[in-house]
């Protein structure tokens, strides 16, 4: 129990990692823990009750909420419990114990998942008991409907582990690509002011709809398409460290310097000039990995010594990159 209790406190900070969000899934579906979730969750749904800001829609939404949880109503049966726990969890996102809010588009609600740029990535369940975790510097948006209308609209690099529904297709824009798979583990990556977004899938089969295209991937497939230039890229490949990064681990695999700087401003929440590079050294490809804790300097010497270029700190959040021949202005 007190490890239980530890993984729900951790899942109320935003702090697990994605075995203990495995672990606690898990647990919730184990008919001995639904009376202790319940009271745990009975206990931040009167949290909720009394934080959550005191306005007509709130209001409305608690009980609405109230209502289709079935709230001082029998307990749920075990085939059902996962669900109804996964949906008061969001419950309580949506009143303001984690943060989430929610937005209108068109005339339909979408709730807002947000990690900022220098946080960890993060776990959060969606109300089909779907996975998610989105990397630093990511917005993800999904149907307020999400049961009956299974969409979700990316910003960044998320990584899905998707509840089987074929009769509910899981659907992922981005750009101007949509992504649609009924149940399966994937990648996609697409931030703006990046010329190429990449799907990577784990596990199952998807199909990427693209450049008035489409292309099917499975298993250690990948796609990259070129948001610029109106074309894409099939490869095969191992992808076991493809979601390295909700780990904390800065993963990378034959990139560009230019894409491994823009992954460093994202992780440490700074900004990095590289204005007067060259085009061949920000081309330039490089591997390697640094574990989580690993600072930046220590990063930026590792790529220093890779790529013989020079840098130093302007600032707390700042950074220039230059050419090791280049004079440095004050």
């Known amino acids: 129990m007190e490890k239980l209790h530890t993984l729900w406190q951790k899942y109320l900070e935003g702090t697990l990692t994605p075995e203990e969000t495995s672990q606690l899934l898990d647990a919730l579906e184990q008919k001995e823990n639904h009376l202790m979730f319940t009271q745990w969750m009975e206990k931040e749904w009167d949290a909720s009750e009394n934080t959550a ?30 669900y109804t726990a996964a949906a008061c969890i969001l419950a309580l996102i949506g009143l303001g114990i984690w943060e989430m809010t929610k937005s209108t588009s068109a005339g339909n609600d979408f709730i807002r998942l947000e990690v900022a740029a220098g946080e960890p990535a993060k776990a959060f369940l969606l109300p089909d008991s779907s996975s998610v975790w989105l990397n630093s510097a990511t917005v993800l948006q999904y149907s307020g409907d999400f049961t ?16 089987k529904d074929r009769n509910h297709p899981f659907r992922v824009t981005f750009r101007d690509n949509r992504l649609v798979v009924t ?4 990648l996609v990556k697409s931030y703006a002011g990046e010329d190429i977004s990449r799907i990577g899938v784990k596990e199952g089969s998807v199909r990427v709809y693209h450049n008035s295209d489409s292309t099917s991937l499975k298993r250690n497939n990948s796609l990259f398409i070129d948001e610029l230039g109106d074309t894409a890229v099939f490869k095969t490949t191992n992808l076991a460290d ?21 992954t460093l401003e994202r992780y440490y929440g700074i900004h990095i000039n590289v204005g007067t590079l060259s085009g061949t050294t920000i081309e330039k490809h490089i591997t390697a990995t640094y574990p989580p804790g690993t600072s930046l300097g220590e990063v930026m010497e590792g790529l220093r010594h890779l790529l013989d270029f020079r840098y130093e700190f302007t600032g707390s959040d700042m950074l220039k990159v230059y050419e090791t021949q280049e004079t440095v202005t004050p």
Do not use: C
């Open 242 to 262: 493809i979601d390295a990064w909700r780990e904390g681990v800065l993963n990378f695999s034959n990139i560009p310097l230019g894409e491994a700087l823009n």
């Open 148 to 163: 009956n209308n299974r969409e979700i609209r990316l910003q960044g690099e998320a990584y899905f582990e998707v509840t």
């Open 53 to 82: 800001p005191k306005t007509p829609e709130n209001r409305k939404r608690l009980e609405k909420i109230r209502k289709e949880l079935g709230m001082g109503q029998p307990r749920p049966v075990r085939k059902l419990f996962r």
């Open 183 to 186: 149940g399966t583990r994937f």
